[in-house]
């Protein structure tokens, strides 16, 4: 809706009188004093009581009130000599300083929910809709801590049969939501302590710096469900100052827990941040801003989801959540989902992963023999990494023409490349060659993540 206009008030309400009598459709109103009220436009009201009109004026003209408008709040009437008339605060204010204020908040909204998903204050979280696992889309879980959906990791104890897995919402279920995270739990788990947990977060690159501070709050949404009667789920942000140097200790700032039920349903919670002032930054860059929902809790964590007792799996079933939101600030906008392409490319960033699997074979850049026993290329990465990163390998890779197997070795990594060597034998110096994955698949990944 249209702005309403808001009149300024007068201190303290100063009273004048009508000067003359008036009758109900009068538009011109003389006073005995016009000074003490407002510069026209504005609101008066004549008298005092229940029976008090408020009009408006447009005008003034010495003493005289004109283009009134009569009977704008209360009834239009006649009016004697005397009657006194004052810039009171009226109805008409306080509900056009109301619808105003909500008004602008809905544009507010509007406008942020229209901010750009590369600006971290609209969503700080990467893959916070699950698209992206180019790790894999189911893993059995056994306790050490790992990466699975992409920018996500899991760490914590574990039971006989946990798992992770990537899940199909649907249609429909929750806007703008295509997959969701599951983690499963093989059984009520035992041997808690009061240091146990399992918990799975994402660690927001530079977010303490970005993010957090004195009076800045985060907003933390996410929809859940649990086929697991009672299920707790746990959710705060610890707020570390990175790696290197002496850098200050990570401030954990408590939330709070949800009781899951087998149905979708949507939480939100707004953190306040730890101050910044008197802070030590690790000379790595790389402070975070951690997310983190927990499925378990030892009585000395349970402060921190705003619990007194400990949780623990309870029993056999899934934990499910999906479509996890981060914004600066105490409003819940509403999701705004990244095309693929851009969701992808945001998490190469930190991992990058190149397959061969059956059927489609991975073939590496043209590699020219150096030496007779030595073939090299170069990899350049889709996208430049966070640093440089680790390089690792899986399955079996082999030569074409020959078919000859080969183990791959890296070397002169860079954020923007990796070098790739294979060893052979009795290869012509110069001479080129095609290293591929073999038929049982092979894979090379790039890991910078934090």
């Given at each position: 809706?249209?702005?309403?206009?808001m009149y300024?008030?007068?201190v303290?309400?100063?009273?004048?009188?009508?000067?003359a009598?008036?009758?109900a459709t009068?538009?011109?109103?003389?006073?005995?004093?016009a000074?003490?009220?407002?510069?026209?436009p504005n609101?008066?009201t004549?008298?005092?009581d229940?029976?008090?009109?408020?009009?408006?004026?447009r005008?003034?003209?010495?003493?005289?009130?004109?283009g009134?408008t009569r009977?704008?709040q209360?009834?239009?009437?006649?009016?004697?000599?005397?009657i006194?008339?004052?810039?009171y605060?009226?109805?008409?204010?306080?509900d056009?300083f109301?619808?105003n204020i909500?008004?602008?908040?809905?544009?507010?909204?509007?406008v942020e929910?229209?901010?750009?998903l590369s600006?971290?204050?609209?969503q700080a979280?990467?893959n916070?809709?699950?698209?992206?696992?180019?790790?894999?889309?189911?893993?059995?879980?056994t306790?050490?801590?790992m990466?699975c959906a992409d920018?996500?990791?899991?760490?914590?104890m574990?039971?006989?049969a946990?798992?992770?897995s990537r899940?199909l919402l649907s249609v429909?279920?929750?806007p703008h939501a295509y997959y969701?995270f599951?983690?499963?739990?093989?059984?009520?788990?035992?041997?808690?302590?009061?240091?146990?947990?399992?918990?799975?977060s994402?660690s927001i690159?530079?977010g303490?710096?970005?993010?957090?501070?004195?009076?800045?709050?985060v907003?933390?949404?996410f929809?859940?469900?649990?086929s697991?009667?009672?299920?707790?789920?746990?959710?705060?942000?610890?707020?570390?100052?990175?790696?290197?140097g002496?850098p200050s200790?990570e401030?954990?700032?408590?939330?709070?827990?949800v009781?899951?039920?087998?149905?979708?349903a949507?939480y939100?919670?707004t953190f306040?941040?730890?101050?910044l002032?008197g802070?030590?930054?690790?000379?790595n860059n790389?402070?975070?801003?951690?997310?983190?929902f927990?499925?378990v809790?030892?009585?000395?964590?349970a402060?921190?989801?705003g619990?007194?007792?400990?949780?623990?799996?309870?029993?056999s079933?899934?934990?499910d959540i999906?479509?996890v939101?981060v914004?600066?600030?105490e409003?819940?906008?509403?999701?705004?989902?990244r095309?693929?392409?851009?969701e992808?490319?945001?998490?190469q960033r930190?991992?990058?992963?190149?397959?061969?699997v059956?059927g489609?074979?991975?073939?590496?850049?043209a590699a020219?023999a150096?030496t007779?026993t030595?073939?090299?290329?170069?990899?350049?990465?889709?996208v430049?990494?966070?640093?440089?990163?680790?390089?690792?390998q899986?399955?079996?890779?082999?030569?074409?023409p020959?078919?000859?197997?080969?183990?791959?070795n890296?070397?002169?990594?860079?954020p923007y490349?990796?070098?790739?060597s294979a060893?052979?034998?009795?290869?012509?110096?110069?001479?080129?060659i095609i290293?591929?994955?073999?038929?049982?698949g092979g894979w090379i990944?790039a890991?910078?993540?934090?």
């Amino acid at each position: 809706m249209p702005q309403q206009p808001m009149y300024p008030a007068a201190v303290n309400s100063l009273q004048t009188e009508l000067a003359a009598a008036v009758d109900a459709t009068q538009t011109t109103i003389s006073v005995a004093d016009a000074s003490l009220l407002p510069d026209a436009p504005n609101l008066v009201t004549i008298g005092s009581d229940e029976t008090a009109e408020t009009i408006i004026y447009r005008g003034k003209s010495g003493n005289t009130l004109t283009g009134v408008t009569r009977g704008f709040q209360g009834t239009a009437k006649g009016w004697s000599a005397g009657i006194k008339v004052a810039r009171y605060f009226t109805a008409y204010d306080h509900d056009t300083f109301r619808g105003n204020i909500q008004d602008l908040g809905s544009r507010m909204d509007t406008v942020e929910s229209a901010l750009p998903l590369s600006s971290m204050s609209r969503q700080a979280i990467i893959n916070g809709n699950f698209d992206v696992w180019q790790r894999g889309t189911s893993f059995a879980y056994t306790g050490s801590r790992m990466y699975c959906a992409d920018r996500w990791n899991h760490d914590g104890m574990s039971t006989a049969a946990s798992a992770i897995s990537r899940q199909l919402l649907s249609v429909g279920t929750i806007p703008h939501a295509y997959y969701y995270f599951r983690f499963s739990t093989g059984g009520a788990g035992s041997g808690y302590t009061a240091t146990s947990y399992s918990r799975t977060s994402q660690s927001i690159e530079n977010g303490t710096r970005y993010l957090a501070g004195e009076g800045k709050k985060v907003t933390v949404s996410f929809w859940a469900r649990s086929s697991v009667a009672g299920k707790k789920l746990g959710v705060f942000i610890a707020q570390n100052y990175g790696t290197g140097g002496s850098p200050s200790p990570e401030d954990l700032i408590s939330g709070r827990y949800v009781t899951l039920t087998s149905n979708w349903a949507k939480y939100t919670h707004t953190f306040s941040t730890a101050s910044l002032v008197g802070k030590t930054f690790g000379t790595n860059n790389d402070d975070v801003l951690s997310i983190q929902f927990w499925y378990v809790w030892g009585t000395s964590f349970a402060n921190l989801v705003g619990d007194t007792v400990a949780e623990t799996f309870r029993a056999s079933g899934d934990i499910d959540i999906a479509q996890v939101q981060v914004c600066a600030g105490e409003v819940d906008l509403p999701f705004q989902p990244r095309c693929f392409a851009e969701e992808l490319a945001l998490c190469q960033r930190y991992y990058e992963r190149y397959d061969g699997v059956p059927g489609m074979r991975l073939n590496l850049p043209a590699a020219t023999a150096d030496t007779s026993t030595n073939y090299r290329t170069e990899l350049f990465f889709r996208v430049p990494k966070r640093v440089t990163p680790t390089m690792t390998q899986g399955g079996a890779f082999r030569f074409i023409p020959g078919g000859a197997g080969t183990t791959l070795n890296f070397f002169e990594t860079t954020p923007y490349q990796t070098g790739i060597s294979a060893t052979t034998s009795g290869a012509t110096v110069g001479n080129s060659i095609i290293i591929q994955s073999a038929d049982t698949g092979g894979w090379i990944a790039a890991d910078a993540e934090l």
